[in-house]
């Protein structure tokens, strides 16, 4: 029987939520679609939230989406700084994705533990930090641009003080830009560049990853794979392949609108579903709630 593409669809939510429900372990692997699911999508689209905090940078550079503006030419560092504090004040003061929360839900209750390139800080407002591994680091952190100490520093309040001194010229005053106070070096943010500190901070992440799947590589083990593009499948997606096939008991799964892939050699071992992140978790909770009101139908 040929099933049309909504049958296809239900059939992939019912079969996502079996195997959560019958995990003994899960491994998230979230990168940025599960935060352009949420809504934040201003990394690479001129979208609401762009258009509010960054039209003045825009009239003024020509770029129309933050990741242009981070990796825009400027030509001193009060205005690089004033772009970095407006993003980062962005980024840190948003409200938390309702995606997120729905990742705890459809979660709730299992052995979890998420690997992130993400540095937004969404996942640590809803998961413990013990159950995350950032391993590209995270933007509530700076370090020193000259990694001259293994040590990071809080950035919040840095950033909301420059954030509160962009002058009419979208710069900030020299004396602000924030500088190591070991050796006077200018501070950067703690996320993947050529001066990123993988000090014991990184090392960490990695080490918690690697303990958790190492505890639970016998069991039924379900790597979920959350919004990783093409960009850099080095990070989550290569290494959820290998573990999947080299793990008896393990199982994939990939949510994605544009780059859910399933290689042949796990064809059987996984399944890759190309619809938006967000619906695909609506729908299963309402689906999750629907079977748990029919138990409790049966049993009353």
């Not at 019912?14 to 995990?23: D, G, M, Q, W, Y």
């Not at 990742?103 to 159950?131: A, G, W």
Request: with cysteine.
């Amino acid at each position: 029987m040929n099933l049309n593409q909504n049958d296809v669809y239900e059939e992939e939510v019912k079969s996502l939520l079996k195997h959560i429900e019958e995990a003994d372990a899960i491994v998230v692997g979230a990168a940025s679609g599960l935060s352009a699911a949420a809504g934040f999508k201003h990394y690479y689209v001129r979208d609401d939230d762009f258009v509010e905090n960054f039209s003045d940078f825009e009239d003024k550079y020509g770029y129309h989406c933050t990741f242009d503006g981070a990796y825009y030419p400027y030509m001193k560092d009060e205005e690089r700084w004033a772009f970095t504090a407006r993003f980062l004040s962005m980024i840190l003061n948003a409200e938390t994705g309702e995606t997120y929360h729905d990742l705890y839900k459809l979660l709730e209750n299992k052995p979890v533990h998420i690997i992130t390139t993400n540095q937004d800080s969404q996942i640590e407002r809803v998961f413990p930090p013990e159950n995350i591994s950032a391993i590209q680091g995270d933007f509530r952190y700076f370090q020193c641009s000259k990694r001259c100490q293994d040590k990071l520093y809080e950035a919040k309040d840095i950033v909301d003080n420059l954030e509160e001194n962009i002058d009419e010229n979208l710069e900030i005053p020299t004396e602000l830009i924030p500088r190591c106070p070991n050796c006077g070096a200018q501070l950067d943010t703690w996320a993947r560049s050529p001066v990123f500190l993988e000090g014991s901070k990184y090392i960490n992440e990695h080490l918690k990853a690697q303990k958790f799947i190492q505890e639970n590589q016998d069991k039924k083990i379900l790597f979920l794979e959350l919004g990783v593009g093409r960009m850099t499948p080095m990070f989550i997606q290569e290494p959820f392949w290998n573990l999947t096939y080299n793990l008896d008991n393990a199982y994939y799964i990939t949510i994605n609108p544009k780059d859910a892939l399933l290689p042949v050699a796990i064809k059987d071992k996984g399944m890759a579903i190309p619809e938006d992140i967000a619906k695909v978790f609506k729908d299963a909770l309402a689906l999750k709630d629907s079977e748990k009101l029919s138990d409790e139908n049966e049993q009353s």
